[in-house]
């Protein structure tokens, strides 16, 4: 286990909370905000990391306390320790408003409830100490009601699930094109359609951004790569544009368990 510093100016921290996940739950990426002595965690995880997680950022906050939690989506990977997250910190967690009332399913004590809040399709901004942290709509990339963050201050574009990759071992992208096996069967699958992630595109390619943070993978650096990041994405046919022929009936004849 270790943490990342994506960013630091001295009064402005960006840290990746690198895997803390073991066995056969997927590799998932936790990621702090920290300005002055405040502080945001993105998608904390589940049961299992908790404990790790909180020790790593009570030690990063110091003397600071969390003040808000931001969940881009209903995933238990991002979700499933809300309830300790809540019970053992003063922060308010940010959630899509289609959410609100399926998160507490997770076991979510009802005097800690009303720190569950809805953020509304449109997104809004976070401010911390003075920056304001935009909660941007990514919606159906993959999650129906899906939301990633800019920080304007280290430039990072925090992603969520978009971006996401499994099975290589390094941290930081170092070619992208080299890297698309990586990230291509999860988008193919997950990312509802071409017509959403070209909507995304068009959002987001006027943002000034240095890094693309996705919650499970490698880190997208630098301008150039953060392009063709874009690129991809918009040109990518996924989801139900690959998936129409797979809706029929099943027959048992083709019961894959025999
Ligand atoms: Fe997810």
Redesign the pocket.
């Known amino acids: 286990m270790s943490s990342t510093v994506l960013f630091d100016d001295g009064n402005h921290k960006n840290i990746l909370l690198e895997d803390f996940g073991t066995g056969t739950a997927v590799q998932a990426n936790q990621h702090l905000i920290i300005h002055d002595d405040e502080g945001m965690i993105l998608d904390p995880g589940g049961h299992k990391i908790f404990n790790k997680v909180a020790a790593t950022i009570t030690d990063w906050l110091g003397g600071g306390k969390l003040r808000y939690i931001f969940l881009?989506?209903?995933?238990p990977?991002?979700v499933a320790a809300i309830n300790a997250w809540l019970m053992t910190t003063e922060a308010d967690a940010y959630v899509s408003v289609l959410w609100e009332r399926f998160i507490p399913h997770f076991g979510v004590d009802k005097f800690v409830v009303n720190r569950l809040k809805p953020i509304p399709d449109e997104g809004m901004i976070l401010e911390m100490n003075g920056v304001s942290l935009s909660l941007i709509p990514a919606h159906f990339l993959?999650?129906c009601g899906n939301f990633q963050v800019y920080d304007p201050v280290s430039k990072i574009l925090y992603s969520?699930?978009l971006g996401?990759s499994f099975g290589m071992d390094y941290i930081d992208v170092p070619d992208f094109y080299a890297h698309i096996q990586y990230i291509a069967g999860f988008h193919k699958r997950?990312i509802v359609s071409n017509e959403i992630m070209r909507a995304w595109a068009a959002m987001i390619r006027p943002l000034d951004i240095e890094i693309i943070a996705p919650?499970h993978g490698a880190l997208i650096k630098g301008r150039k790569m953060v392009t063709q990041f874009i690129d991809w994405c918009e040109n990518l046919e996924c989801g139900f544009n690959l998936m129409k022929g797979l809706y029929k009936l099943p027959e048992k004849s083709k019961n894959p368990i025999s």
């Open positions: 881009s989506h209903q995933d990977d991002i993959h999650s969520g699930d996401a997950y919650q």
